[in-house]
């Protein structure tokens, strides 16, 4: 059974770091891409990045590309959302994604909202 764990958030002010960790169990991450996503309160989820186990390749959303870094420790099957320079519109609960398959067929399952979903982790930046 795949699970998926989220943790690492909490609040910090508007221009600090948070590292987020997503926890796997279940498969194994060569064969699987992993996105985060997040959703703030009355808005659509929206997504943030994502990694393909199989090649390394990484998407980052416009929003977050330079200030976000994912990452991926494929022997302890986790993945890390490295977030620097918040800012408040980052506010919103984080979710991890999985979804078994290369880059490119993979990520749009996960943007179609299947594959395996973590249970998120709230993240608030204060102004």
């Known amino acids: 059974e795949v699970q998926l764990v989220e943790s690492g958030g909490g609040l910090v002010q508007a221009g600090g770091s948070l590292r987020l960790s997503c926890a796997a169990s279940?498969?194994?991450?060569?064969?699987?891409?992993i996105g985060w996503f997040r959703q703030a309160p009355g808005k659509e989820r929206e997504e943030v990045s994502c990694?393909?186990?199989?090649?390394?390749?990484?998407y980052y959303a416009d929003s977050v590309k330079g200030r976000f870094t994912i990452s991926s420790d494929n022997a302890k099957n986790t993945v890390y959302l490295q977030m620097n320079s918040l800012k408040p519109e980052d506010t919103a609960v984080y979710y991890c994604?999985?979804?078994?398959?290369?880059?490119?067929?993979?990520?749009?399952?996960?943007?179609?909202?299947?594959?395996?979903w973590g249970q998120g982790t709230q993240v608030t930046v204060s102004s």
């Open positions: 994604a999985a979804e078994e398959g290369h880059y490119g067929s993979s990520w749009w399952r996960l943007l179609d909202g299947l594959g395996s």
């Open positions: 279940g498969f194994s991450f060569d064969d699987y891409v």
């Open positions: 990694i393909s186990g199989n090649d390394g390749s990484t």
